[in-house]
């Protein structure tokens, strides 16, 4: 409630009150979730001070983080970032947590097996041994009181986010060793496909150096973050998104020393059926198919899959375009089609004049 009125002084009292910092509600969302969904900078720098679970994820499984992206908090991306690669460093802490943990899980599903076999041969053994049950009865509730100390622990833990760092997500095995920003919400889109979605051009900047990972695609799609950003229909913010996604790119196979067409590969991906050029011309956005065809995007690839119940399969760049009357982009496409065409004609004639130079000189000096 404190975090919701934005009260710091209020959230300060009561954790010197040694109230916990990671409690949650019915949606399972702590202090720092509530703090990074009223957008309260000067809240969240307090909790990640106090030391807040940024790994802790909500029932709908979204992080601290997921939510700063969905609402383009660029300065609180940075703060949980910083608090993240600070934590980096305990990695192989959390893990020996998580391993101690399950064994005590384990150790306790061991036990409660052992006193049900118990039981059942107090209930075969009751009429024989009358006394002997007298005994066994307190054993059984004496090991019923330390499971239930044991249990009241793990819970304990649950609600501080012990032992479950990330939460309880379907990918919770693939998602415990990835960087904070590269965690995986129920669609499989991290930090970085929301904020391309979202369009907010300082959160991907952020997030781009902070090394969060270019190429990953949304587990239920297959889309990456350059094919959502070409879907999205704002031509100022997403233009801008596009080019610092494609500088990032050719920076990151450059660094590998990899070809160009490494690159263009990428840039041509499908996801649905669609590449990134298709997209970006059905949704109307010439600036960001001029850029795409400056890198290498295919206009010779045709569309795939009906996605949109309009009849585009089989269609390429231009025939999309023509289809949905955009003639500003029919214009980009043809400038880019001539174009091309010159720089072949250009090999063609160096190569033909390379030939024609290493006729001359055979006939003159033969060797």
Not at 70 to 95: K, P, Q, W
Not at 140 to 145: I, L, R, V
Not at 252 to 277: C, D, V
Not at 286 to 312: F, N, R
């Amino acid at each position: 409630m404190a975090c919701q009125n934005g009260s710091l002084e209020l959230v300060k009292y009561l954790l010197r009150k040694k109230a916990d910092i990671d409690l949650q509600t019915e949606e399972n969302k702590t202090a720092l979730h509530i703090a990074c969904e009223n957008k309260n900078l000067y809240l969240v720098r307090y909790l990640l001070n106090e030391n807040a679970n940024i790994y802790q994820k909500t029932d709908e499984n979204k992080t601290a983080l997921h939510i700063a992206c969905e609402n383009g908090e660029y300065e609180i991306v940075s703060e949980l970032l910083e608090r993240a690669n600070a934590l980096n460093d305990y990695n192989n802490f959390i893990n020996i947590r998580l391993f101690i943990n399950d064994r005590n899980k384990q150790k306790n599903n061991d036990t409660t097996s052992k006193g049900k076999s118990n039981k059942s041969n107090k209930s075969n053994n009751k009429s024989n041994n009358k006394s002997n049950n007298k005994g066994k009865d307190k054993g059984k509730d004496k090991e019923k009181d330390k499971d239930h100390d044991r249990d009241k622990d793990k819970d304990k833990d649950k609600d501080r986010g012990i032992g479950i760092g990330i939460g309880n997500s379907k990918n919770k095995n693939k998602d415990k060793d990835k960087p904070n920003h590269e965690k995986l919400l129920d669609n499989g889109m991290t930090a970085l496909h929301i904020a391309c979605e979202k369009g907010y051009l300082d959160v991907v900047r952020v997030l781009l150096n902070n090394k969060i990972n270019i190429e990953s695609k949304t587990s239920n799609n297959k889309f990456t973050a350059l094919q959502i950003a070409c879907r999205s229909s704002r031509n100022d913010s997403n233009k801008e998104i596009v080019s610092e996604l494609i500088n990032e790119l050719s920076n990151k196979y450059s660094e590998k020393g990899e070809s160009m067409e490494r690159f263009k590969t990428f840039i041509n991906l499908k996801s649905k059926g669609w590449s990134a050029l298709h997209y970006a011309i059905y949704f109307y956005n010439p600036e960001i198919v001029t850029e795409l065809l400056e890198v290498g995007a295919d206009y010779k690839d045709k569309i795939e899959k009906d996605i949109y119940h309009d009849h585009m399969v089989d269609l390429k760049a231009k025939e999309i375009a023509i289809k949905l009357e955009y003639e500003d982009i029919i214009k980009i496409i043809d400038e880019r089609r001539q174009y091309d065409k010159k720089v072949r004609m250009g090999k063609r004639l160096q190569y033909g004049g390379k030939a024609i130079g290493k006729l001359v000189v055979n006939r003159i000096i033969p060797w």
